[in-house]
């Protein structure tokens, strides 16, 4: 079965300082994965995926991922944080083998962004 | 439409009532899907849809709930006899054919009073 883990239900961090919120997954066969964003009141926005090729990914607003295979993880990334980065992060898993594969989330994780 | 439509933007109905949810995906997209976020809660998994067919059921909570969808377009999300803890927002996202991503409406905020 696919499933998502976020591990932290909240990271805190000072602005300008690097910032990583962590994701890991199980899936059968090689996944897709995802980041989405969501501001408050607002629809899910998508941030960037992996498919294939580079493990390090690069997206939306200067976030950025690493995939890493043998840690099943695909951990979000940003080097200097800004206050408006505060949101609710969701990760998301979709398997690639068999004819139909659901689109999976985790639980969020709440990024705050301190001055 | 540029993007997801869904509506109402928000429902206030009272316990006992049924309700429509209604989604219109990006045009072209053949995948739809129906999540369910509780306040300050993850997306729960609701139904897929692959054009008018749905082959994966298996988050709808009760018997209340069902949902269809017309052709390649428009999805409706019924919910019957409304309990208190079916308020939540409810997602709708599509994706196309052999894309990856899938694209979020801004949700239906409904309140069960």
Redesign the interface.
């Known amino acids: 079965a696919q499933s998502v883990a976020q591990p932290e239900d909240q990271v805190n961090v000072a602005e300008g300082n690097p910032l990583t919120v962590k994701c890991t997954y199980s899936v059968s066969g090689n996944p897709y994965l995802f980041w989405y964003v969501q501001y408050p009141n607002r629809g899910l926005q998508f941030l960037l995926k992996y498919i294939t090729g580079d493990n390090l990914v690069k997206g939306s607003y200067g976030f950025e991922a690493e995939f890493n295979k043998s840690q099943t993880s695909f951990h979000l990334k940003k080097p200097s944080a800004l206050v408006s980065d505060s949101a609710l992060y969701f990760c998301a898993v979709r398997g690639v083998s068999g004819g139909y594969n659901k689109l999976i989330f985790g639980a969020g994780t709440r990024l705050a962004v301190h001055p | 439409g540029a993007g997801?439509s869904q509506s109402p933007s928000n429902k206030v109905t009272e316990k006992g009532k049924d309700v429509e949810l209604r989604c219109d995906p990006i045009s072209g997209h053949t995948a739809l899907?129906w999540?369910r976020q509780r306040l300050g809660?993850?997306?729960e998994?609701l139904i897929?849809f692959?054009g008018n067919s749905a082959?994966?059921k298996s988050g709808l909570p009760s018997d209340r709930f069902s949902a269809e969808r017309t052709g390649e377009s428009v999805s409706t999300l019924t919910i019957q006899r409304t309990q208190q803890e079916d308020s939540a927002v409810y997602?709708c996202?599509s994706s196309p054919r052999g894309g990856?991503?899938?694209?979020?409406?801004?949700?239906t905020r409904l309140t069960v009073v």
């Open positions: 997801v899907y999540y809660q993850g997306l998994f897929y692959q082959p994966d997602l996202a990856t991503e899938a694209f979020f409406g801004q949700g």
